[in-house]
């Protein structure tokens, strides 16, 4: 746990930076600060590994005063993640992200699993990264390598100061779920500085919004929403989300989630299975791609008939040679338009679905999200027909409901058992 205690920072020539801040930060947390450019976010989250001194006040860590300990101690236990990165030019990947764990003295055997088993979790495969230097991976990417060279060490608290503005909305959309995902299994405690409400509210357990120099409001974000302290939060949130809000609180109608429309147990295969019986399960369960899980049902990949087909003159190939990294996925619980903003927004034919081990639950395909649709909203009587119609009726007009998307196949079988 971090506490500030009636804090301020007075710069030489006047300036009073912070006024008089009192918060904690709870562990396993993120906490998002928030506000317009000057405000003291930033400066705020610097007092926490010492790259900025207080005028007066307290810093805590876990009830230790942190003007007592090392600075180079200090953040050495602590990640930092930054808006223009920071990776060494002159390093591969896997130097980066283990450089860290090696100023801690681990040995090469630990850092090497260390590193492989974080660029694992943001899809990038160490094998086939992890020699590349920062200039031949995107900027996402380079970002990706950032969230996880501060977690390499595995300190208890991360700092990250406005790390995804600087992102493409594509990039900085999958980050976002990257840390979502990340927080699910890691459970560290995140200060997080951003001028996005939209990235606060994806992101944050706990919000603290600031104004010149001043704590405005710190609460959870429902809460928020619901009840903005005074006009200045409730202008930095904006009228459409509070009109949404309110809209939300007296409908009747509940929103389902992402669990009330998934296929359960969608097809599987273990990464070790030949090419050959990837084809042979794909056209017997009439789908056109493969989630790769382990025995546990944990999610590795997918694998579609375009990537086996690439490789299969190969017999000594597997699915996971050829399996690439799941882009999009939602955890279990979200609300079912968020899914649909996904699936639109990126043109995909379905996402996946993981609980909080990053499990393989359900999948969310179109055509599911039509089914479900077709069930809840009212039936429309049928408009008359007219001579126009049964001029197009006579003149053969294709029946649309033949051109299903192929990735929606899985919903002709729901039982998927693994293979």
């Known amino acids: ?62 009830g230790d005063d942190i003007s007592t300990i090392d600075p180079v101690k200090l953040r050495r236990n602590i990640g930092y993640v930054i808006q223009s990165i920071g990776l060494f030019p002159h390093m591969t990947i896997g130097r980066n992200v283990g450089v860290v764990p090696h100023l801690k003295k681990w040995d090469k055997q630990r850092i090497d699993k260390r590193v492989e088993e974080l660029m694992d979790m943001v899809g990038l495969s160490a094998s086939q990264y992890k020699n590349r230097y920062p200039s031949e991976l995107s900027g996402g990417q380079q970002q990706r390598i950032g969230v996880i060279r501060a977690m390499a060490a595995d300190p208890e608290i991360i700092l990250m100061d406005e790390p995804f503005s600087a992102l493409d909305p594509i990039s900085r959309e999958q980050l976002q779920d990257d840390i979502v995902r990340l927080q699910q299994e890691l459970h560290k405690t995140i200060v997080f500085v951003t001028h996005d409400m939209d990235e606060a509210l994806k992101i944050a357990d706990r919000i603290v919004i600031m104004q010149a120099g001043v704590v405005v409001q710190s609460d959870k974000p429902e809460r928020i929403l619901r009840r903005p302290a005074n006009d200045f939060v409730r202008s930095f949130i904006g009228q459409q989300r509070l009109e949404q809000e309110h809209a939300a609180e007296t409908s009747s109608y509940d929103i389902p989630l992402v669990d009330d429309v998934m296929i359960r147990q969608p097809v599987t295969i273990y990464p070790n299975r030949g090419l050959a019986e990837a084809i042979t399960i794909m056209e017997r369960r009439r789908v056109d791609s493969l989630f790769i899980t382990d025995r546990n049902r944990k999610l590795q990949g997918i694998v579609s008939i375009f990537n086996v087909l690439e490789h299969y003159g190969n017999e000594d190939m597997t699915v996971a040679d050829v399996m690439k990294p799941i882009a999009y996925s939602l955890p279990s619980g979200t609300p079912l338009p968020n899914a649909v903003e996904m699936l639109s927004l990126h043109q995909l034919s379905n996402l996946a679905i993981v609980d909080g081990t990053n499990r393989l639950v359900g999948l969310i395909t179109r055509g599911s999200v039509v089914r479900h649709l077709a069930e809840v909203l009212p039936v429309l009587p049928p408009e008359p027909e007219d001579s126009n119609e049964e001029s197009a009726k006579e003149s053969g007009t294709p029946d649309e409901t033949q051109n299903s998307s192929a990735g929606d196949a899985a919903a002709a079988d729901s039982s998927g058992k693994e293979v």
Do not use: W
């Open 1 to 62: 746990m971090i506490e500030i205690q009636n804090v301020n920072k007075i710069y030489p020539d006047g300036y009073h930076a912070l006024k008089n801040i009192n918060l904690t930060f709870h562990k396993g947390e993120v906490t998002v600060l928030i506000g317009p450019s000057g405000c003291g976010k930033s400066t705020t989250m610097k007092l926490i590994n010492r790259l900025i001194l207080p005028s007066n006040g307290k810093i805590l860590i876990n």
